[in-house]
């Protein structure tokens, strides 16, 4: 039984490239979320999707950020025009409910983004 | 607004000791979870222990306890009997329910240093 596969676990990016960070849910999980460790830091939230739908984009930058959760694969968070802040872990997490307090969130490995 | 405080940046505790890490969480929902997460120098997030608003016992899975205190709003990890292995980054979280969708939101954690 796959857990929360993310890949790459790791992507060198130049400035000015894009990153694509994919994230495919637990079996039978149909809510994702991103969200973003800076060094030292907590998780910051960015962003809540159910299967093609953006729930909730609060924690998302306004520019150059954009996440999608087809009907059919996994689920991308696109980030244009990287920059060296952009360098941090960005976690997916995953849940089968949208609505249950006592579900824990299942997490991905982690993609580690460097940009040069 | 959701908040999650962890005071305690940095913990040291000597190898067998308990040793507890603090959360004070702010909410005006009556229904929320509260979780527990290890993250070891390796980057994966694991889950150790959740703890729910309506739960009458503190929360306990093997040597990890949760001293749960609502009119304070606090949920402290307590770990007992510490190991080498128990050296890495504490994140206290929260899922809260809104209209139609829960948010998990995370403290910016607590390294926890083992020593022998």
């Known amino acids: 039984n796959a857990g929360v596969m993310q890949n790459p676990r790791h992507l060198v990016r130049r400035r000015g490239q894009e990153a694509r960070l994919r994230c495919s849910p637990m079996?039978?999980?149909?809510?994702v979320y991103w969200y973003r460790q800076l060094p030292e830091e907590g998780l910051k939230f960015m962003v809540y999707l159910q299967k093609e739908n953006i729930i909730d984009e609060s924690g998302m930058p306004k520019e150059r950020f954009s996440a999608e959760f087809p009907k059919e694969g996994p689920s991308i968070l696109r980030i244009q025009q990287v920059v060296r802040g952009d360098s941090a872990a960005y976690f997916c997490?995953?849940?089968?409910?949208?609505?249950?307090?006592?579900?824990?969130?299942?997490f991905g490995s982690g993609t580690q983004l460097s940009v040069l | 607004a959701q908040k999650i405080t962890q005071t305690q940046p940095g913990m040291f505790v000597q190898e067998k000791e308990a040793v507890t890490l603090d959360c004070t969480y702010d909410?005006?929902?009556?229904?929320?979870?509260l979780f527990w997460y290890k993250q070891p120098s390796s980057g994966e997030m694991i889950f150790l222990i959740y703890q729910g608003s309506y739960d009458q016992q503190n929360a306990t899975e093997g040597r990890y306890s949760l001293n749960f205190q609502k009119a304070r709003k606090s949920a402290n990890l307590v770990i007992s009997a510490s190991q080498l292995g128990d050296s890495a980054m504490y994140f206290c979280a929260m899922r809260e329910g809104s209209a139609s969708y829960d948010k998990v939101i995370f403290g910016p954690g607590t390294s926890l240093s083992v020593i022998p």
């Open positions: 997490a995953s849940s089968p409910t949208a609505r249950a307090t006592n579900e824990k969130l299942f």
């Open positions: 079996k039978g999980h149909s809510h």
């Open positions: 909410t005006s929902d009556p229904s929320y979870g």
